[in-house]
């Protein structure tokens, strides 16, 4: 990397009671489509921590004690702000993340804004549960208060969507947050301080420490005042932090990683799922937990599929994620790529056929885009299911399709894995779509369609794709503590 433009870094300061502070040291961030540095992110560790701790417990009290309502107006100023600089945080989503414009514009920083609005709606509507024992003489009731400092630590594939999830509920709950982004997408979280004094959020109430998860991330976790945390990220940190947390017993929130199955019968519409499945498979460059990466397709209809789905994927256009005609940018890192890449390679080695993308087709890339870390969308064949690119995920644009001929089987085989996210099912048969739904070990199942959510609704892991569930009432559960109070008469 070169940093012949350093006067041009940003640099990134933690937002702590209120006000930007600096940091004694920072990490580099890249460009991800041009492989430059070109940001510098705050290398946070304990004393920065214990700071945002510290100004975070100052301020429950009074933001603890407001209506609901007063804290959903709030929010529903902070969604207004945002909205008003939606084209700047999409330019600047594209830039740190290397995602296309055109998804930071439609998906990242709409979804942000809406975070804020729906929970400023949802905290309104919940009703507590109240019981009756007229033969004691009693009444039960329950009543819900907000816990204190929340911990939020979030990813760097959809960065601000993934952290606002947490932040607006979590908030609007009543409790005040330290939040931690990741250190690779720093940038819209730092924009998003800017404007909390003007939605009028008071100081203390959300502060955001910027840095790694080894020092940043970790001091978070360990921190005695931080009672619960809500985490976002891969299986191993889930790991770590259940480990690091465990000695204060902390309450976690774990939304984990995928390996996501698309499980298309004979009877399936194919010109809604050839489109929906190439999607699922590479929206985003397949940095999606939701992303499809396990296709079984019914063998009736296994060569026309592959021979369809392939022409499409064909037609998406990898480059400069600035063109808003780009379908795929560029993914996050040098060494994710890399990563990617070697999955591919393996599948190689182990006998399966790459029938386009990687290795295969040329990849041509615009003179500034060199050294940006792209890759094309890349389908294989012929996979053994207990073949690494089956069995692990792989987080970037390449996706695996297999022939089944049974429910039974394409059941146990979609299940053979250790994650249980999310997965398609595709078929015109009504009974079969509920039935292979109810047996799916998934956490979310979408049959006919993909990615439609109703954010009411349970969203979450099973197996090792995470622990607990985000969602209107789920979120207002885990953010608060509920209290069960019995009255005699
Ligand atoms: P990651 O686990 O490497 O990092 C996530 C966050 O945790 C980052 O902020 C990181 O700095 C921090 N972190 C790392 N080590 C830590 C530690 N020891 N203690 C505390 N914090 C630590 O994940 P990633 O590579 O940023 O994101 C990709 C992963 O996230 C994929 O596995 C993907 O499936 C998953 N993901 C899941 C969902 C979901 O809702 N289930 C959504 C998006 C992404």
Partial sequence: PTMAHSQALLVLENFIGGKFVPCSSYVDSYNPSTGDVYCRVPDSGKEEVEAAVKAAKDAFPVWSSKSPLERSQILNKLADLIEHDLEAFAQAESKDQGKTITFARTVDIPRAVHNFRFFASSILHHVTECTEMPTMGCVHYTSRAPVGVAGLISPWNLPLYLLTWKIAPAIACGNTVVAKPSEMTSVTAWMMCKLLEKAGVPPGVVNV?????????????????????????????????????????????????????????????????????????????????????????????????????????????????????????????????????????????EGARVLCGEGVDPLALPPGNQKGYFMLPTVIAEVKDESCCMQEEIFGPVTCVVAFDTEEEVIKRANGVKYGLAATVWSGSVGRVHRVAHRLQSGLVWTNCWLVRDLNLPFGGMKASGIGREGAKDSYEFFTEVKTITIKH
């Fill in 209 to 349: 420490v910027f840095g790694t998860g080894a020092k940043a991330g970790e001091a978070l976790v360990c921190h005695p005042d931080v009672p619960l945390i809500s985490f976002t990220g891969s299986t191993l940190t889930a790991q770590q932090i259940t480990e690091r947390s465990a000695p204060h017993c902390k309450r976690l929130s774990l939304e984990l990683g995928g390996k996501n199955p698309a499980i298309i019968f004979d009877d399936a519409d194919l010109s809604q799922c050839i489109p929906t499945t190439v999607r699922s498979s590479f929206a985003n460059q397949g940095e999606i937990c939701l992303c499809t990466s396990r296709i079984f397709v019914q063998r009736g209809i296994y060569r026309e599929f592959l021979k369809r789905f392939v022409t499409e994927v064909k037609k998406w256009k990898t480059g400069n994620p600035s063109d808003p005609t780009v379908d795929v940018g560029a993914l996050i890192s040098k060494e994710h790529l890399e990563k990617v890449r070697n999955y591919v390679k393996k599948a190689q080695a």
